[in-house]
């Protein structure tokens, strides 16, 4: 109980947690196999967390199911009580889960519900490849489905929070988007066609105004120059037109220091991941150039297996510290609100070094 306990304070992922219940349940009750089962809203049913005694799992990790009538599965979801099944044998039907229940040689199961806020999540159970599981084997249950309760609050709680923090950023990049639009499809072409009309009045005016006009001109130019560079720093046209390596590779030929760039993606991103990799990319090229004293910045994208693995590396001064610096906060809060992690290496003297993955993969 302790173990577990402990996972859930440090917040252990979801599976290590719901294993982890499975095997000190299954232990703990002398049992065959033990399950961790979450329900779902179309009346199936989720193995999130098994484990067996030296045998072979036939409900894999992971599975869904159809809520069998007749299964522990089945009448916890019915009754919301705890359930137990002392002769399988008996039980009739032979759908997918039964089936496979049999060919484990499953004579006995338990089960007691989860609840949580109210509702219920799923069920634990025990079971057993010989006698009926003992009396009072659901009380002693209970403890385990409390501290699973605390658990999968915990997570909910995490996930609503990633989910926020997600969405947030999803409304500043939409945000972003337009206003990008808005200078480089009105305002900068109205500067354009300002500068070229003035242009043509500086070359018909006398010469004792052309200097003015001239000047007046070159001001503007470097104007619209400005504004250019606001709206790529907001989020570049050519992002959401050809994707993420061209924007990367415009983004590199800009940086007023080498950078090496290496990309190899696989699949298509997603706009919320594009719009991550790209910040963070102009992000740490922005600040090598001002605080890092580096000579070249190397950078290094791979996406395969739904995962996103982004290396940033200089041979600058070091000292980078995420705590004092907007930046580097702005990337972390990025990075994890999409359920990614950041990894930062930074000594004095010895450049920076930041390490990036970020699953694409839907998670619950």
Known sequence: ??????????????????????????QIMGARHAAVIRYEQDAT????????AGHVAT???GSRFPLEVGTVRELVARTKAPVRVDDFEAVVGGGEVISALRSMGVKAEVGCPVKVGGRLWGVVLVASTSDPLPEGTEERMLNFTELLVVAIESVESRAELRASRARAIDAADATRRLIERDLHDRMQQRLVSLLLEMRSVEAAAPPQLRARLSHMAQALDEAIADLSEIARGLLPVLLSRRGIEPALRTLAGRSPIPVELNMCVAQD????FEATVYHVVLEILTNAAEHADASVVHVDLVVEDAIIRLAIRDDGKGGA????????LSIKDRVEALGGTLKITSPAGGGTS???EIPMADDR
């Not at 109980?1 to 299954?26: H, K, N, Y």
């Not at 991103?269 to 919320?272: I, P, S, W």
């Not at 510290?321 to 580097?328: A, H, I, Q, T």
């Open 1 to 26: 109980m302790r173990r577990l306990a402990t996972l859930v304070a440090r917040g252990a992922p979801p599976g290590e947690i719901f294993g982890a219940v499975a095997c000190e349940l299954g």
């Open 45 to 52: 049913a989720t193995s999130v967390g098994i484990w067996n």
């Open 59 to 61: 409900l894999p990790l």
């Open 269 to 272: 991103l997603a706009e919320r």
């Open 321 to 328: 510290d995420p705590e004092r610096g907007s930046g580097l």
């Open 354 to 356: 930041l390490l990036i």
